[in-house]
């Protein structure tokens, strides 16, 4: 494939409207959507949900699902069913519900053959003093369902301090939440399963929306992993390089902060990009905050000019 700037393929992204969404995405970003309730950009997904559309070179108008079927030799011809991961941006300008999330096994059972959902966030950005939800303070699963069954919401409920640059890893069974004004990029696998435990008595359309308290009460993880274990900060990583943020079964996360120029070999199944912030160059490519670019299989090396700042991800062969 040699490793010019041709060989990216830059997708066009697919945003949500949400109860708790803004502005943001488009005035910030860039994201040709109307409306003032943008609350999500599935910048690299491959979901039934959101499918989105290769934007350049000789895929242009594929979508990523359709690449993946047609050309699994740009993802590393890996075994997986489906396009493994969903890259997305989300801002929040009001609190989102608490939820959980299943595992592969119980979604499979119970979603109809779904992949379950391990996340991660890196925040993008927060108001000061923010917090946000992760976690819970029942001690026994008999405590968990009496508190939620009682509604001690205020008592059950955990939230942690964050700021800008903050990782959080989110296994399935992990109470989590992000509350207004927060903005975060994603990793995810490609999955939209998820258990509303509480939504703040809020009505949509003059009535609640759907809560799933037995399936959350099915996959709850008691007790939750610490307050200490759950958010690490990530904001002094050294600049030019590709830092690995975290590793797990489900997905590798990076992130590279440009400063100049950088380089590396890419040597995975493929890379999903995403520019968080600033602009500059990939093998002579201009690329700016909002971009959404799959570095593929073989691609060889990657050069980085610029002043950005970048995640990115991969799974295991």
């Known amino acids: 494939m040699g490793n010019e700037g041709k060989g990216l393929l830059f997708l066009d992204p697919v945003c949500k409207h949400n109860i708790w969404g803004g502005v943001k995405l488009r005035e910030e970003f860039g994201y040709q959507v109307e409306g003032n309730d943008i609350g999500e950009c599935w910048g690299i997904s491959a979901h039934p949900e959101g499918d989105g559309t290769i934007r350049n070179g000789e895929y242009q108008g594929k979508k990523l699902s359709e690449l993946w079927t047609e050309h699994p030799e740009l993802f590393g011809n890996l075994q997986y069913d489906r396009y493994p991961l969903l890259t997305k941006i989300i801002d929040a300008q009001d609190d989102l519900s608490i939820q959980v999330h299943p595992d592969d096994a119980y979604a499979r059972e119970n979603e109809n053959g779904s992949l379950g959902k391990t996340e991660c966030w890196y925040i993008m950005g927060c108001r000061e003093n923010a917090t946000i939800v992760i976690g819970h303070n029942a001690k026994t699963e008999a405590e968990l369902k009496e508190m939620v069954g009682e509604g001690r919401w205020t008592e059950l409920i955990r939230e942690i301090p964050i700021r800008k640059g903050d990782f959080i890893q989110i296994d399935p069974g992990t109470v989590h939440?992000?509350?207004?004004?927060?903005?975060?990029?994603?990793?995810?696998?490609?999955?939209?399963?998820?258990?509303?435990?509480?939504?703040?008595?809020?009505?949509?359309?003059?009535?609640?929306?759907?809560?799933?308290i037995d399936k959350s009460l099915d996959v709850i993880t008691v007790p939750a992993k610490s307050a200490e274990e759950?958010?690490?900060?990530?904001?002094?990583?050294p600049e030019n390089a590709l830092n690995q943020i975290y590793t797990c079964e489900k997905y590798t996360v990076f992130k590279i902060d440009v400063n100049g120029s950088a380089a590396f070999e890419q040597g995975y199944p493929f890379l999903a990009?995403?520019?968080?912030?600033?602009?500059?160059s990939v093998n002579g490519t201009e690329v700016r905050k909002g971009d959404h670019f799959i570095i593929p299989n073989g691609y060889g090396k990657v050069e980085m000019n610029g002043n950005m700042s970048l995640i990115l991800s991969t799974v295991e062969k």
């Open 230 to 237: 759950s958010v690490e900060s990530i904001s002094n990583l």
């Open 273 to 280: 990009a995403s520019v968080l912030e600033g602009e500059g």
């Open 177 to 212: 939440a992000i509350k207004a004004d927060t903005l975060i990029l994603e990793t995810q696998q490609n999955s939209a399963i998820t258990y509303r435990l509480y939504d703040y008595g809020r009505l949509q359309n003059g009535k609640p929306r759907e809560l799933h």
